[in-house]
């Protein structure tokens, strides 16, 4: 008994850093339902791992912590994943084990059970630590009555209840453990990835991402013989802005410029903001005159909006932009690039608050 419920412990173990390694890649929360499902499926199976080390009680019933693997896809996954769970090891209490029996149609009965009950504790507004140790309290106590059911003898149950109720405290309490370590890891993964591509102060992408997707897009625009179009910005006199009302103020007037540009722009534009008071804006399959016309409006609409202050009252901002197009100014990423830049250059040196665009390439 005492060894397969300690190999039932080491699949619990496994399963549970094998999932954190899987919802590293795959969040569960896109594509919600879907998700929880196949979650549910691959709980299921490691719940069918454990029925394989069994506890054989009598010819027709077994006893293991498969109520656990419920456990585990209604905290790491929800409510669909637990459910999903829970009918897969009845089926399969059926299917694989004996067959149609009154002992593995109460033992199916249990599984869906305690998969309902798991579905409703998920939706208690309680803390993890605390939903998992009444889901697993909840399960033990579901297959003990079971158990009496089917056994109905005071001399062997008294042994298994003892060992099966304490080693599944025990492992509830080490599989609540492991299981919180991994989702905070899980969290603070997320957190961090967030970190490395999004700039802190506005939301946007940072440079790190802008040049991944500039990368991407143009890879993109080549296959597909689009256009893509960026648009270089930079807020006119913005040390002055900051010597002015302080670096809270210049802080808050990126912000809002970070608002103003992602109003302005598609859904499928990326903007970003590659450093000090610079922003881009890359445009997939847009022509180069197209693009011009939206950096006049960024123009405009920065021009005429009201920026906050922290401190209270509001001012009045300008951008210089740069504008250039593969394929029809740039014929590579490099010289749409240095076409934006010098165009921006171009703008500042003009008196700023204007838009400046590439030359277009003759085509022979």
Same mark, same amino acid.
């Given at each position: 008994?005492?060894?397969?419920?300690?190999?039932?412990?080491?699949?619990?173990?496994?399963?549970?850093?094998?999932?954190? #390694?899987?919802?590293?890649? =795959?969040?569960?929360?896109?594509?919600?339902?879907?998700?929880? +499902?196949?979650?549910?499926?691959?709980?299921?199976?490691?719940? *069918?791992? !454990?029925?394989?080390?069994? +506890?054989?009680?009598?010819?027709?019933?077994?006893?293991?912590?498969?109520?656990?693997?419920?456990?585990?896809?209604?905290?790491?996954?929800?409510?669909?994943? @637990?459910?999903?769970? @829970?009918?897969?090891?009845?089926?399969?209490?059926?299917?694989?084990?004996?067959? !149609?029996?009154?002992?593995?149609?109460?033992?199916?009965?249990?599984?869906?059970?305690?998969?309902?009950?798991?579905?409703?504790?998920?939706?208690?507004?309680?803390?993890?630590? =605390?939903?998992?140790?009444?889901?697993? +309290?909840?399960?033990?106590?579901?297959?003990?009555?079971?158990?009496?059911?089917?056994?109905?003898?005071?001399?062997?149950?008294?042994?298994?209840?003892?060992?099966?109720?304490?080693?599944?405290?025990?492992?509830?309490?080490?599989?609540?453990? #492991?299981? !919180?370590?991994? !989702?905070?890891?899980?969290?603070?993964?997320?957190?961090?990835?967030?970190?490395?591509?999004?700039?802190?102060?506005?939301?946007?992408? &940072?440079?790190?991402?802008?040049?991944?997707?500039? &990368?991407?897009?143009?890879?993109?625009?080549?296959?597909?013989?689009?256009?893509?179009?960026?648009?270089?910005?930079?807020?006119?006199?913005?040390?002055?802005?900051?010597?002015?009302? /302080?670096?809270? /103020?210049?802080?808050?007037?990126?912000?809002?410029?970070?608002?103003?540009? %992602?109003?302005?722009?598609?859904?499928?534009?990326?903007?970003?903001?590659?450093?000090?008071?610079?922003?881009?804006?890359?445009?997939?399959?847009?022509?180069?005159?197209?693009?011009?016309?939206?950096?006049?409006? +960024?123009?405009?609409?920065?021009?005429?909006?009201?920026?906050?202050?922290?401190?209270?009252?509001?001012?009045?901002?300008?951008?210089? *932009?740069?504008? %250039?197009?593969?394929?029809?100014?740039?014929?590579?990423?490099?010289?749409?690039?240095?076409?934006?830049?010098?165009? #921006?250059?171009?703008?500042?040196?003009?008196?700023? &608050?204007?838009?400046?665009? %590439?030359?277009?390439?003759?085509?022979?």
């Amino acid at each position: 008994m005492l060894r397969d419920l300690f190999v039932n412990s080491c699949i619990l173990v496994t399963f549970i850093f094998t999932g954190s #390694l899987v919802l590293q890649k =795959r969040v569960i929360e896109q594509h919600r339902w879907r998700n929880q +499902v196949l979650f549910g499926l691959v709980a299921g199976g490691m719940g *069918i791992v !454990l029925m394989q080390f069994s +506890v054989r009680v009598t010819a027709t019933t077994i006893l293991d912590m498969r109520h656990l693997a419920v456990v585990l896809a209604a905290i790491f996954a929800g409510p669909g994943a @637990a459910m999903t769970t @829970a009918v897969v090891l009845a089926i399969a209490r059926i299917l694989l084990f004996g067959g !149609l029996s009154p002992s593995s149609e109460l033992a199916a009965s249990t599984m869906l059970l305690i998969g309902l009950g798991c579905v409703w504790l998920t939706q208690r507004s309680w803390s993890s630590w =605390r939903k998992f140790t009444i889901m697993n +309290v909840y399960g033990l106590s579901v297959v003990s009555v079971t158990l009496y059911l089917l056994v109905r003898d005071w001399a062997i149950l008294r042994r298994l209840y003892v060992f099966y109720w304490i080693f599944g405290l025990l492992m509830g309490a080490l599989t609540t453990y #492991l299981t !919180l370590y991994v !989702l905070r890891v899980r969290a603070l993964y997320f957190q961090l990835e967030e970190y490395s591509t999004k700039d802190f102060l506005t939301g946007l992408n &940072n440079v790190r991402k802008f040049d991944e997707v500039f &990368n991407e897009m143009m890879n993109q625009a080549q296959v597909r013989e689009e256009q893509l179009s960026l648009l270089l910005l930079d807020i006119d006199h913005f040390k002055q802005i900051n010597d002015t009302y /302080g670096h809270p /103020g210049g802080d808050q007037v990126l912000r809002d410029l970070g608002h103003v540009l %992602a109003r302005a722009c598609r859904s499928f534009d990326v903007v970003s903001r590659n450093g000090g008071e610079e922003f881009t804006m890359l445009l997939p399959d847009c022509s180069h005159e197209q693009a011009c016309e939206v950096a006049e409006r +960024v123009r405009r609409m920065v021009e005429k909006h009201l920026f906050r202050l922290p401190a209270g009252g509001t001012i009045r901002i300008s951008v210089s *932009i740069g504008v %250039a197009t593969y394929s029809e100014t740039a014929q590579t990423q490099y010289e749409v690039y240095q076409q934006a830049d010098d165009a #921006l250059y171009s703008a500042k040196r003009l008196g700023r &608050n204007r838009v400046i665009s %590439a030359q277009v390439r003759s085509r022979s």
